[in-house]
């Protein structure tokens, strides 16, 4: 008979966030965005070849700001196995957020004159509708960005998941959302712009947007932020928490008969992925000067899909890579070919999911393996 000594049993250690490269790498990339980029824009003068122009800045901040979606996207769909087409959606309630907050910053600067929005103005409105009563509050604002997609995400997760619905059919309920909200943003008696959505923001925190010290602000606040969820993600999938959701994505089955209620941690990684595209869609918009309903176009959200397919989903560094190479492939492809475009992004997943399913970092770390 076999005696077991409990006492002695050992676990496993927990792991450590980064090896000793992974630090290095992690210091060296929080250094180029709050000191390297800073100088190079501001200090070293134009036409020098270390200076980097207001163009790059403004391209980089707004493709940090695609790479936390493409983050978001991994925690859901590379760690936890739900393909989702609907993060659009949180993107844009955090950038509409905003964006409310941003239109109130105008007050009387606007073509009329008026403390209500040009476009209610234009409209015949005579008071601001009732989901506009926190915009002036920039506190609000903040708890709104998070909030807001919360609530929304955790209520239609909760439905869906409790039904237990997955696969191809998550895919598409959450895409019809997508396109439902969509069509009702289109609408001008929402009270959000219709289809010119808000733009022409002048000032945030009372200071004016239009400026290079501003817009290095932004440009170093998301990359901090996109630096702070890689860590977050990191931390996430190295915990209990996490390992129980990869064993959700390999065999649900087995971690329901395992006594598990895959309910609470599927809602739990859904809500927190949506926080994430909300406060990537919150840093969007100001530095790109607007927002409106055809940022929850449903091609949108599968743009985001394919940044985490094409840089590697379930390495959290992937989607991150797989953003910059595709959004960095469109700025040049929009300018010099625009009518490829579409064409180019269509091939581009059709290849990487028949040639690389693990993305480029995946075809990485087969060459290093294969010279190892």
Request: hydrophobic residues 50%; glycine residues 10%.
């Amino acid at each position: 008979m076999t005696n077991l000594n409990i006492s002695k049993m050992e676990l496993p250690g927990r792991e450590p966030l980064f090896t000793g490269k992974g630090w290095t790498a992690f210091w060296v990339a929080l250094l180029f965005v709050c000191l390297c980029v800073p100088l190079m824009n501001l200090v070293v003068p134009q036409g020098h070849w270390l200076h980097f122009s207001d163009y790059a800045v403004s391209l980089v901040g707004k493709i940090m700001c695609y790479a936390i979606c493409a983050l978001a996207m991994d925690l859901i769909w590379g760690y936890t196995g739900i393909l989702s087409l609907g993060h659009g959606l949180f993107f844009a309630i955090g950038g509409y957020a905003m964006g409310m907050y941003l239109m109130r910053q105008i007050g009387t600067d606007g073509n009329y004159k008026s403390n209500l929005p040009d476009f209610m103005v234009f409209l015949d409105w005579k008071e601001l509708p009732w989901h506009w009563a926190l915009s002036d509050s920039f506190v609000a604002t903040l708890l709104l960005i998070v909030l807001v997609p919360a609530v929304v995400s955790g209520v239609f997760g909760y439905f869906a998941f409790r039904s237990r619905i997955k696969g191809v059919y998550f895919s598409i309920i959450t895409q019809a959302m997508t396109f439902a909200a969509m069509l009702l943003f289109f609408r001008n008696e929402t009270g959000f712009g219709g289809n010119n959505g808000f733009t022409d923001f002048k000032r945030i925190l009372d200071l004016p947007l239009a400026t290079p010290n501003m817009r290095m602000i932004l440009f170093v606040l998301t990359g901090i932020t996109l630096l702070g969820f890689f860590l977050m993600a990191r931390w996430l999938i190295r915990s209990k928490f996490g390992r129980v959701l990869q064993a959700i994505r390999d065999a649900e089955s087995r971690v329901m008969f395992s006594g598990y209620s895959p309910l609470p941690y599927k809602l739990s990684i859904w809500v927190i992925s949506a926080v994430m595209c909300g406060v990537a869609g919150a840093l969007y918009v100001p530095q790109v000067g607007i927002i409106n309903p055809g940022e929850m176009s449903p091609a949108n959200s599968i743009e985001i899909a394919v940044w985490a397919a094409v840089g590697g989903r379930g390495s959290l560094i992937g989607p991150v890579v797989g953003a910059f190479l595709v959004n960095g492939a469109k700025s040049w492809l929009t300018v010099t070919a625009p009518e490829f475009w579409l064409y180019f992004l269509g091939a581009l997943f059709i290849a990487v999911t028949l040639f690389l399913p693990q993305g480029v970092v995946g075809l990485v770390q087969r060459l290093k393996g294969g010279r190892s």
